[in-house]
């Protein structure tokens, strides 16, 4: 009986190990062999303990587990996933698209399984930023002879990267949507070489078609162009053709220098990220009526540092002419002093100092022989737009109040729980939540306190996520709002507000709806999400259509005048007043708006 015992023990003991080193290959992406080694091991063991080894002392029992996990450790070394990059479309044997000529060569897509939107991926718009390039305004890519293939994405700009296991248990965990697959098991690549962008079009000849250029977010650090929830597969499904970009990155992108300003023929430092995105643009007004697009109805949209990349570029000089319309979801740098991603030149310069003295350079060129890997690490002390008398002569509040800026029409809005996804490890309690409020509020204090009189832990921790996003997200799109409507720009402003299975209104939470890219799969959204996703992608084309998001079908979407009515995209779908106009006036006292 204890024999029995013993072995039924043994038996469940090697079940779950064997289930959790499947599980592990599964989770870091590990190719097809790491599977076939692990099982041949484990029935290795499995045999050696039933016949050989059960009469045998615990010693050796435990010298054979210790060989059998260290053999699959060999193993997962072996099978290690392999770098490659991401195909525009996962079936078998994709169809082409046609032929493209564009004014650096032709390209040729593929055509998503339906055969609805074509795809052409991976095209440059600017020279590899390598060696000399590094820390230079973009420039025109070399031509090239016969028919480029554009059906797998450019690597993702350098930024900092992290195990496999880490993004799909991210994907777990904070998505709620991963999916076991064997299609996806190698590694997405990162380079410094990543200035190309992706184009999704109808599968029609029609010309004349209005055009999003879609800016990633990622905080300027990290982000890559072909995210499913921000596809442009959607708005192509509905007769928009869908641009993207990969641009510079962290200390590749916003890194400032006072010899770079020498070496400038344009006396500018610590924008090339923004730079790039400008390039992006230019690209497009120069190449799209080749896709069939019209070079005369381009939208710019991004979200998030995207978003604040939108909001910059609708001021830069530099982007004068190059499109219509923006929509820029949960960030702008509209504010006096923004609250994010931007810096001023003599803070820029300082902290290029301070990185080239962490690394022992005397100058720019020993910085630019730095390897990649080695620079990226300084993602974090490096991703902020820079006041650099070129790309932005000044704050976009300053352009914006001269009556200088380049948009005709807006979208643009936020989500309710927008903090909560940067304040998980982060939040308030009672104890702190008073003195969190005091650092940042000063003067102010007591105004907010009697807002917010947090008296539990939990309410401590409500209110401070609902205090810090309404600075670093809420309050800045109240400024653009305002500055907006001073200067006659029609602006439609949104609130999401729509909880669900997967991100709810977390920040990014809805760009899936907004992009039209909810998965018919997917069972985290019902009905209502399906439909109000619907309204919000027709919103998204009317506008990118026309300027104006109504149309036949949708509830009435007025002009934000008065910078209060805002539509909510939630459970309930409709025009609400603004909620947070009391902490917005304290906010603008703060920054003296």
């Not at 710019?300 to 000089?317: D, F, N, R, T, W």
């Not at 907010?448 to 809420?474: H, N």
């Not at 006659?488 to 299975?501: A, C, E, I, L, W």
């Not at 909510?568 to 703060?590: P, S, V």
Request: net charge negative.
């Amino acid at each position: 009986m204890s024999k029995n015992k013993n072995m039924a023990g043994f038996i469940i003991c090697f079940v779950v190990t064997l289930l959790l080193m499947l599980a592990f290959l599964e989770l870091n992406k590990n190719r097809i062999i790491g599977y076939v080694l692990t099982l041949l091991i484990s029935g290795f063991y499995f045999y050696a303990y039933k016949t050989r080894l059960k009469q045998k002392k615990l010693l050796s029992k435990i010298l054979l587990y210790l060989l059998w996990v260290v053999s699959f450790a060999a193993a997962v070394a072996i099978s290690w996933p392999k770098v490659k990059p991401v195909p525009a479309v996962d079936y078998k044997n994709p169809v082409k698209t046609g032929v493209v000529e564009t004014q650096y060569g032709a390209v040729q897509g593929v055509v998503t399984e339906d055969g609805a939107v074509e795809i052409y991926a991976g095209i440059p718009y600017a020279k590899p930023p390598v060696g000399e390039l590094r820390w230079k305004a973009p420039q025109d890519p070399d031509k090239w002879e016969g028919v480029r293939r554009a059906d797998m994405y450019a690597p993702m700009s350098m930024q900092p990267t992290h195990l496999p296991i880490y993004d799909s248990l991210a994907q777990i965990i904070g998505y709620h949507d991963y999916k076991i697959s064997l299609k996806d098991n190698y590694i997405p690549p990162v380079s410094e070489d990543s200035l190309y962008v992706n184009v999704w079009k109808p599968a029609t000849s029609e010309i004349k078609l209005p055009v999003v250029v879609y800016v990633h977010g990622g905080s300027l650090q990290t982000g890559q162009p072909w995210y499913q929830d921000y596809s442009g597969e959607g708005l192509a499904r509905e007769g928009v053709i869908v641009v993207n970009m990969g641009y510079r990155l962290g200390v590749f992108g916003y890194y400032a220098d006072e010899e770079l300003i020498a070496e400038s023929p344009d006396g500018t430092t610590g924008n090339y990220g923004l730079l790039d995105q400008i390039k992006a643009l230019k690209w497009v007004n120069d190449n799209i009526e080749a896709f069939g697009g019209d070079p005369t109805n381009i939208t710019l949209a991004g979200e998030s540092a995207g978003s604040a990349s939108v909001s910059a570029i609708c001021v830069s000089p530099l982007a004068k002419g190059l499109f219509t319309r923006a929509v820029m979801e949960s960030s702008t740098v509209a504010p006096v002093e923004p609250t994010h991603s931007f810096r001023l030149l003599d803070e820029a310069l300082k902290s290029g100092n301070d990185l080239k003295s962490r690394y022992n350079c005397a100058n720019v060129s020993e910085l630019r022989n730095v390897s990649a890997k080695e620079l990226v690490k300084e993602a974090d002390t490096q991703h902020h737009m820079t006041v650099d008398g070129y790309a932005l002569g000044k704050t976009p509040y300053e352009y914006y109040m001269a009556g200088e800026f380049n948009e005709k029409e807006v979208i643009h809005g936020y989500n309710r729980h927008e903090a909560d996804a940067f304040l998980i490890f982060d939040n308030a309690n009672l104890k702190t939540f008073e003195e969190r409020v005091r650092n940042y509020f000063g003067e102010y204090t007591e105004e907010v306190l009697k807002l917010y009189p947090a008296s539990t832990d939990e309410e401590a921790k409500v209110y401070w996520a609902e205090i810090w996003g309404a600075v670093f997200f809420d309050y800045p799109h109240y400024c653009l709002n305002r500055l907006e409507v001073k200067n006659g720009v029609p602006t439609y402003q949104y609130y999401f507000t729509r909880d669900n299975g997967r991100l709810g209104a977390w920040h990014s939470g809805e760009e899936v709806y907004l992009y039209g890219n909810i998965p018919d799969d997917s069972k985290l959204y019902d009905d209502h999400d399906r439909k109000l996703s619907d309204a919000m992608l027709h919103y998204f084309v009317n506008f990118a259509k026309t300027g104006n998001p109504n149309g036949d079908g949708l509830i009435e979407w007025p002009v934000n005048e008065a910078s209060e009515d805002v539509m909510e995209f939630g459970d309930n779908y409709g025009m609400i007043k603004e909620r947070e106009h009391e902490l917005f006036a304290i906010l603008d006292k703060l920054q003296g708006f």
